[in-house]
């Protein structure tokens, strides 16, 4: 039971690159999230997928799209890389009916240069 | 709009003293309180959380909190830290009505031990 897993662990991109963060979970969770991690902000969603074949913006969707490719995964892609979106990204999963708590995986540290 | 506030980015404690970490929220209604904990390069890991019942929950590692709603408060304690609760932590709530199963996070606290 590996919980929830991201690739790639680490990425450097240059501006204007392209790229798809992925995310597997294998807790049948029915919700998936995807946030970004800056320092002294806290954690900030970007989008989430409330259930399979549904995707919402979060709190700072510009630049990002979204896939949930299936129950399992759910994938983050930068059209257009920017300076700005250097950050961690995580990506999270929760149990619809239950009382709400994520879980987490390890994160992908990005730079864009 | 629900919010959480931690009071300070960072708390500095020696080793073996309390650990009191602050966090208050903004609803009238309880709502599903969380702690999680992160290590350096890492991903965050549920420390405790508190959705019904008793007001004192305890968690991983020695940590409780306890649920105050009359002061809105969900503050985390350790009576003695140890070296290696050195990490930043975040205090979340979520609305029980929420469909979408949101967190809303607060800004998390860097826990400094000295030896």
């Known amino acids: 039971n590996a919980g929830v897993t991201q690739t790639p662990k680490f990425q450097v991109l240059k501006t204007g690159q392209s790229m798809t963060l992925q995310c597997a979970q294998d807790m049948n969770h029915n919700s998936m999230y995807w946030y970004r991690q800056d320092p002294g902000m806290g954690l900030r969603l970007i989008y989430y997928?409330?259930?399979?074949?549904?995707?919402d913006k979060g709190e700072v969707p510009n630049g990002y799209n979204v896939s949930r490719l299936n129950k399992r995964e759910f994938s983050l892609r930068l059209e257009s890389a920017a300076p700005s979106q250097t950050s961690v990204y995580f990506c999270a999963s929760t149990r619809t009916g239950g009382s709400y708590e994520q879980y987490f995986g390890p994160g992908t540290r990005l730079t864009v240069t | 709009a629900q919010s959480v506030t931690q009071l300070g980015s960072h708390v500095s404690v020696s080793e073996g003293a309390l650990v009191l970490l602050r966090c208050n929220y903004s609803s009238s209604v309880p709502p599903y309180l969380f702690w999680y904990v992160q290590y350096p390069n890492q991903g965050l890991q549920l420390l405790l959380k508190?959705?019904?019942?008793a007001t004192l929950v305890k968690g991983i590692n020695g940590f409780e909190a306890e649920f105050k709603k009359s002061e809105t408060s969900f503050h985390l304690t350790k009576p003695s830290a140890h070296m290696s609760d050195a990490a930043e932590y975040f205090c979340a709530v979520s609305d029980r009505e929420d469909s979408n199963y949101q967190l809303i996070w607060g800004a998390g606290t860097k826990l400094i031990i000295k030896p």
């Open positions: 997928s409330a259930s399979e074949g549904t995707t």
């Open positions: 508190y959705t019904t019942g």
